[in-house]
């Protein structure tokens, strides 16, 4: 079966896109799934917690989108930390320089990613894509590569103010480059429900997304410190006791809704 290729992405940054990569490809391997996920964020965080070290001059995702390179997928990907895992990964400063190519690149410059992945698609039931904080050529990229797209946002008026642009974003990349594209869920991350303005943002999030008839991932990912400080450690939640366990659990929730195929 070809795999589900799900970006997560937003716009704003610290809404905890790459721990939720982290988290998902941890429940996608305890259920026995292959995964492959790409960091396509040049600050290359989720690099870090998934793989071993990985030099600046590595071999990653930015010698796969040149023009320049001639790498493939296989020529890149690593293993990561646990069985069932592999990283496209990015380090150091190329996948920048190579964002900024892209920008000047001719046509098909939004269809790179698109065609590396498929050359591997067989070989996966998952690819996660960790996203930009930003609405860039790669990000573009993205979308044009996936199935889905997982909106990590917050019960916040700056998160809530910036999905609607990010929503439009994506709707460009339906027309004009991915027509198959879906929204596979959204999810309001680190939310804080007994302060006044979590509960009143995760409502405003909750009417928007039921307007539009859009997926919203239920319940919200609540704010808790083990959660980044797991994906900090490289630990699995299901390894860190009772309250580990049951935030895993949710993440199983959310990876069920978005690997159905819809």
């Known amino acids: 079966m070809v795999a589900q290729i799900l970006a997560l992405c937003n716009q704003k940054g610290g809404v905890g896109k790459s721990t939720t990569t982290f988290h998902l490809a941890r429940s996608a391997v305890t259920k026995g799934l292959r995964v492959l996920v790409v960091d396509a964020d040049p600050q290359g965080n989720i690099t870090s917690v998934l793989t071993e070290e990985v030099g600046d001059d590595a071999a990653g995702l930015a010698d796969v989108l040149s023009a ?20 496209v990964p990015t380090a150091g400063e190329t996948l920048g320089v190579v964002r900024d190519e892209l920008v000047v690149a001719g046509a098909g410059r939004e269809a790179r990613l698109k065609d590396a992945l498929h050359k591997v698609h067989d070989d996966y039931d998952l690819v996660l894509i960790d996203c930009a904080p930003s609405l860039d050529t790669l990000t573009i990229n993205s979308l044009t590569a996936a199935t889905g797209v997982v909106v990590v946002t917050q019960s916040k008026l700056w998160s809530a103010n910036g999905l609607a642009k990010l929503l439009d974003t994506i709707a460009a990349v339906q027309a004009h480059y991915n027509p198959q594209l879906r929204i596979a869920g959204i999810l309001v991350n680190q939310h804080e429900s007994r302060t006044i303005g979590g509960a009143h943002w995760a409502e405003q999030i909750q009417e928007a997304t039921t307007a539009r008839g859009l997926p919203l991932l239920q319940p919200p990912m609540p704010k808790r410190a083990i959660i980044a400080d797991s994906a900090e450690a490289a630990q699995g939640l299901d390894e860190l006791g009772a309250d580990g366990l049951e935030l895993a659990a949710l993440y199983d929730s959310y990876l069920d809704v978005l690997m159905e195929r819809k």
Not at 68 to 87: E, H, K, M, Q, Y
């Open 68 to 87: 320049r390179a001639s790498d493939t997928i296989n020529d890149v990907v690593i293993d990561g930390i646990w069985d069932g895992l592999s990283v």
